[in-house]
């Protein structure tokens, strides 16, 4: 199999599963659907980053994109639940959930989803004519490219002590899933890719913990949680420095074996 046909496979694989997941969303039959769904419209994202300004792929990765955005907010209100349910305030959680049937029902019936779906279908063959007319020929090219150019800002990032975290974060999370995307292009060993998933781990759980403490101050019946989240936050921003020192190390150590 070529990597075109390849890459096409893995899109319709991708497509497939988000059928599924928009079913059991749409039945509400179990916990794990959206979640499923926006797993699904990130990995379509990550294999299509590399290649976003293609005018054959720019209107599917806008798409995408789209949805992502339109359905964060849900998803947060579903880690934010399960978060006061597993800490036992009942019913904080009980007050929430009771939206989130509702949202679900949105999201199903959503323009946005049914765009994505469309792109879908039509995109397999707009690509096959550009690989037919010869467009495709340095497709692995771009690709590699793009990934060196995240890494190399990953690393800048990392050497820099005062860089912005939340911004950190977003670019630990986009190497981490390009490189899963394109294992065999991408110039990161296994061992700097799992430290990439640790970091993101850990930057995650202080993004997550952060915004719930903002939350707070908007909802009053989470302020008496707030001071926990607090504290979490911070020993999960902790964590996650110890961590980036070792990552720097290994991304600098891939990166330099590739370019020679």
Not at 68 to 89: F, S, W
Request: glycine share 2%; charged share 30%.
């Amino acid at each position: 199999m070529s990597f075109v046909d390849d890459f096409v496979a893995q899109i319709i694989s991708l497509e497939v599963s988000l059928y599924h997941s928009r079913a059991r969303l749409q039945a509400n039959s179990d916990s794990e659907a959206l979640h499923d769904l926006r797993i699904a419209v990130r990995k379509i994202r990550s294999l299509l980053r590399p290649l976003r300004n293609m005018p054959e792929v720019a209107a599917l990765n806008q798409s995408a994109a789209e949805i992502g955005r339109a359905t964060t907010p849900t998803r947060d209100l579903e880690v934010i639940i399960g978060e006061l349910q597993k800490m036992g305030y009942l019913r904080q959680a009980t007050n929430r959930s009771a939206v989130l049937t509702e949202q679900y029902r949105k999201i199903t019936a959503s323009p946005v989803l049914d765009k994505l779906f469309a792109e879908l279908d039509r995109w397999p063959e707009i690509f096959r004519t550009a690989e037919r007319a010869g467009e495709l020929v340095n497709v692995k090219r771009l690709i590699q490219k793009a990934l060196k150019k995240r890494i190399t800002q990953l690393i800048a990032g990392l050497r820099d002590k005062h860089f912005d975290r939340h911004e950190l974060r977003i670019i630990v999370k986009n190497a981490r899933y390009i490189s899963d995307a394109f294992p065999t292009l991408s110039p990161l060993k296994a061992k700097s890719r799992a430290q990439l998933k640790s970091v993101q781990a850990s930057l995650g759980s202080w993004h997550d913990h952060h915004q719930w403490c903002l939350r707070a101050e908007a909802e009053p019946d989470l302020l008496e949680i707030a001071s926990y989240w607090e504290v979490a936050s911070e020993q999960a921003l902790a964590d996650a420095e110890l961590k980036l020192a070792s990552l720097l190390k290994h991304l600098a150590k891939d990166l330099a074996k590739f370019e020679n």
